[in-house]
């Protein structure tokens, strides 16, 4: 593992992530998201890996892309990038995936929270996207994944006026999933990643991979999927194990 990138168990069968790059806010340059891309590839592979959270320092998540690469970056760049191929494997971990935000989350920042599932925040966390101040404008998910959760109207103001909302309007948004006192977010993810570490993780990931699906799939069709990954799980032996867990009153031993 990186410098730039610290590993480490934040509680049995959560991985936490930690950004580390303070000299650059934590610019979110390529080679760091390819680092975070294997990490989290890693962490599906590792069965006793169950949930995974990002988080960066105590006063800052992640200030953006890395100015300097973006600088020499042109319009002959390829589409499908090394970069867009970190961002695409980013999204494509199939367990619960948690962002804990303390202080700036913006431009590419915000991009790589909004590829997590949930978002825990600290009181003085703040979103925003930036990039159209820079001639450009978000790349990674600010105009594609943001509008579905927070809606088209605020989304564009987000985007187009490039101005930061503090957690209690983020949460208020539905961009967030819980805001607590400063300084704690990492402390409430890892909270909320052993709760879920603890549920069904085959199950756990079925269900990610149908609500992915809420934005991708026609309603009646989305339906059909969901039923098809509901009869999967009957024969499994999670959920075996989950019934005899319930009728004999004690904590399941997931297979």
């Avoid at 101005?163 to 890892?190: F, K, N, S, Y």
Wanted: hydrophobic share 50%; proline share 5%.
């Amino acid at each position: 593992m990186t410098p730039e990138l610290i590993s480490e168990a934040a509680a049995d069968g959560v991985l936490l992530l930690r950004l580390y790059r303070p000299e650059r806010r934590n610019a979110l340059a390529t080679p760091l998201l390819r680092t975070l891309a294997d990490a989290l590839a890693a962490a599906d592979a590792d069965g006793a890996i169950r949930v995974a959270i990002i988080t960066g320092s105590d006063s800052l998540f992640a200030a953006g892309a890395d100015i300097d690469e973006l600088a020499a970056s042109t319009s002959d760049d390829p589409i499908e990038s090394p970069r867009f191929q970190a961002w695409a494997a980013i999204r494509a971990f199939s367990k619960p995936l948690i962002a804990a935000v303390e202080g700036w989350c913006l431009g590419a920042g915000l991009e790589l929270a909004l590829r997590c599932d949930l978002i825990v925040a600290g009181a003085k966390a703040r979103f925003g996207l930036p990039e159209t101040n820079l001639g450009i404008m978000p790349g990674a998910g600010g105009t594609a994944i943001l509008p579905r959760l927070v809606g088209l109207r605020r989304a564009t103001a987000m985007v187009l006026t490039g101005e930061p909302i503090g957690a209690e309007e983020a949460l208020r948004a539905g961009l967030i999933t819980e805001a607590v006192a400063d300084g704690e977010a990492a402390a409430a993810a890892t909270m909320l990643a052993a709760k879920l570490a603890a549920r069904a993780p085959h199950a756990l990931r079925t269900a990610k991979a149908s609500l992915r699906q809420a934005a991708e799939l026609p309603l009646e069709e989305h339906l059909l999927s969901e039923r098809r990954a509901f009869v999967g799980l009957l024969g499994g032996a999670e959920k075996e194990e989950g019934i005899a867990a319930f009728r004999e009153k004690r904590a399941a031993r997931w297979p």
